[in-house]
Nanobody, 120 residues
Framework: QVQLVESGGGLVQAGGSLRLSCAAS????????MSWYRQAPGKQRDLVAS???????DYEDSVKGRFTISRDSAGNTVYLQMNNLKPEDTAVYYC??????????????WGQGTQVTVSS
């Protein structure tokens, strides 16, 4: 099946940077959208950024100007470059890929999550 493997999380001080990666593998025919979500304890899981197959991007207001989502040119990997990190960015970050695999319709696939902790 389709599998997403995330990496790049860690502990950084406020103002630091991290780069998250999410690699999709398996029987993928088409990837429609690749997205990053985050969820802090006691809070909702919120969309952080997304990128479409034609490279249209969208960002949550709080990360605009600080985060950049991108994908590799030929493969199935999405990145989230996070600069000027703030303590409020602390959360588990999840990759989501909307893709066509063995069916005609697209489905959502989720990564395992990676912890990002930003200290004051």
């Amino acid at each position: 099946q389709v599998q997403l493997v995330e990496s790049g999380g860690g502990l950084v001080q406020a103002g630091g940077s991290l780069r998250l990666s999410c690699a999709a593998s398996g029987p993928i025919f088409t990837i429609n959208v690749m997205s990053w979500y985050r969820q802090a304890p006691g809070k909702q899981r919120d969309l952080v950024a997304s990128i479409t197959s034609n490279d249209n991007t969208d960002y949550e207001d709080s990360v605009k100007g600080r985060f950049t989502i991108s994908r590799d040119s030929a493969g199935n990997t999405v990145y989230l470059q996070m600069n000027n990190l703030k303590p409020e960015d602390t959360a588990v970050y999840y990759c989501k890929v909307t893709a066509v695999s063995r069916t005609i319709w697209a489905k959502d696939y989720w990564g395992q999550g990676t912890q990002v902790t930003v200290s004051s």
